[in-house]
């Protein structure tokens, strides 16, 4: 069993798996006369060749909590998925880099703080949606034929210990 | 003076300005054995032939109070534009047909429910982000060349009054 400890969600630290939306972190400029700050293109939307972005809405109904022992990892091997929760849900990030399996010696953990979204770039494997909180999520990814997830069972190998 | 009271913003009545994003009203199915419900591709995001889709936040510092004069119309000739708060504020949705100029004896007045988001489709006129409480809003519309804002000023022409 590999026990993890997550760790702070931190552009540099995430940065092999995709980029953290992070309203306290960003820079922005003002548009609208002075009375809106842009944070501007925060991640990198990759609907593969072929593929569209979609906005869609994850309403999460069943959250877990910490130690948790995930079952699934999935993969996008066609195109990015992000994640940003609406209010104030922390979530799990539980990635490894883009392979055929994952790589469990390869794994990293980390913890939204609540206000933190990620963008997992494609094929990086990662937990379904597994919030702290019941939340609804804004998550914007790829439309389009093939296929689009992979999931592979991690069952008994994994344990999420609390931070 | 044109004198506008907003009416509630439903799938509808905005489908000649684009999609309406409400969680409260979509459908969806569900993933992740059953833990979430997807409320899929709720906007037709469109960055045009050469443009691609950003995924941005909106700060917003100034808010409004009704009854309100705009100044200023805007439009995007080159994609849409999504706006969803992040939490629960409302926000003004006044817009008017795609046209080189605002036709104010077309425009259309609604108010978010705070919950609610709206995609505006390509060259719909719209007012700034206008919302009546300080909030964020995740904003999702188009990056690449081309002058993508248009800009009209409508000062002293159009009240909108209380709901």
Redesign the interface.
């Known amino acids: 069993m590999i026990r993890l400890t997550p760790q702070p969600l931190t552009a540099a630290a995430f940065a092999p798996f995709g980029e953290v939306?992070d309203?306290q972190a960003?820079s922005?400029f003002a548009?609208?006369?002075?009375?809106?700050?842009?944070?501007?293109?925060?991640?990198r939307?990759d609907?593969g060749e072929d593929g569209?972005?979609?906005?869609?809405?994850?309403?999460?109904?069943?959250s877990i909590s910490l130690p948790h022992q995930p079952t699934?990892m999935e993969c996008h091997p066609l195109g990015s998925q992000?994640f940003?929760p609406?209010?104030f849900a922390r979530f799990l990030v539980l990635v490894a880099p883009p392979a055929p399996q994952p790589d469990l010696s390869q794994l990293h953990c980390f913890l939204s703080d609540g206000r933190q979204g990620v963008?997992y770039a494609r094929g990086v494997w990662h937990l379904?949606?597994s919030s702290l909180d019941l939340e609804?999520f804004?998550?914007?990814d790829r439309?389009g034929s093939g296929n689009n997830c992979h999931e592979v069972s991690v069952a008994g190998q994994i344990e999420v210990l609390e931070q």
């Not at 548009?31 to 925060?42: E, F, M, Q, V, Y």
């Open positions: 939306i309203e960003a922005g548009i609208n006369g002075g009375t809106s700050l842009r944070l501007n293109d925060l991640a939307l609907p569209r972005v979609l906005f869609n809405l994850f309403v999460c109904r069943q699934v992000a940003l609406r209010h963008n379904p949606l609804t804004v998550v914007v439309g």
